[in-house]
């Protein structure tokens, strides 16, 4: 069963990631099983499964251990019909870390593989990258239904009405054949529409959640690449996210991202995520498949 996000996309997030607990089997592993938001595509976004993976874990580990830091691969595409099915295995529960290791399961088959590690809260050595300068508000800049809604584009208008965030590009969205500077750099500002419940891991996991939405952009933007290039085929092959410090997921935070390096029909890029007051929360990394029809 699917969960509709066109009434209430928020509460459609909130649902998907209250993962049932398989009824109590368990061999090996934990068992979970979690629904999905329905998507334009025939495939589940990315950024659920790493968020459902994550609050899958968080079920096993002990509520003051906190989340710090996940590793996915994504080895197949998932199917939006069909349930899907979290294996935990509880690799790890030492004295200060705990590790586990999560599998989604569908059609028999494992769709994403991820390692995450848990940490008690700890005091020491202190100190971040500094937050863009001269970054505009978010008040001052469109909302996506007001820039992709009125778009006669399927992807556009489900990104404009059935996202659960709020999403306000600081640079230019890509929904539109691309003609701007190719600079390998994108930056948007993201907050729930609506208020999220108090649990620190709801808003760990919609985090890891809204944070696979735009990690392919600054590779594109740095070839004059937009998403409906004629032919292109991009997916995300892993995912890194690392949680440094804790912020609630429903108040602005501004996401950064650049790319490195493409090659081999991949493409590698680096996120950055910073409260309003400058305070950098978590960093993600991903490499993506990019296939283009000229390279072909």
Request: proline share 7%; no cysteine.
């Amino acid at each position: 069963m699917t969960v509709d996000p066109l009434q209430d996309p928020v509460e459609a997030l909130i649902q998907m990631l209250q993962l049932a607990d398989g009824g109590g089997a368990r061999t090996t592993e934990d068992i979970f099983v979690g629904n999905t938001i329905t998507s334009p595509r025939a495939r589940v976004y990315g950024g659920q499964v790493l968020a459902q993976a994550a609050m899958a874990a968080m079920r096993t580990v002990k509520p003051d251990r906190h989340i710090h830091s996940l590793h996915a691969y994504f080895l197949r595409g998932g199917d939006i019909e069909v349930p899907i099915t979290f294996g935990v295995e509880r690799v790890r529960d030492g004295r200060s870390f705990s590790a586990r290791r999560i599998h989604a399961y569908q059609h028999g088959k494992t769709i994403l593989s991820v390692i995450a590690s848990f940490q008690d809260p700890a005091e020491g050595l202190e100190h971040q990258e500094p937050m863009p300068e001269n970054v505009p508000d978010p008040e001052s800049l469109p909302a996506l239904r007001e820039t992709l809604g009125a778009l006669d584009i399927p992807e556009a208008r489900a990104t404009a009405f059935e996202r659960p965030f709020d999403m306000r590009y600081v640079t230019e969205p890509l929904f539109l054949p691309w003609k701007g500077a190719q600079d390998a750099y994108n930056a948007v500002w993201i907050k729930a529409l609506a208020p999220l419940p108090d649990d620190p891991n709801i808003h760990r996991a919609a985090l890891a959640y809204v944070s696979d939405y735009t990690m392919m952009e600054p590779i594109l933007r740095r070839h004059g690449k937009s998403w409906v290039e004629p032919g292109m085929n991009v997916a995300s092959l892993d995912h890194a996210m690392w949680w440094h410090r804790y912020a609630r997921a429903d108040e602005w935070i501004l996401y950064t991202q650049t790319s490195p390096n493409a090659s081999s029909a991949r493409g590698l890029a680096i996120g950055k995520m910073f409260t309003r007051d400058g305070t950098m929360i978590a960093t993600t990394v991903q490499e993506g498949m990019m296939r283009l029809p000229e390279f072909h």
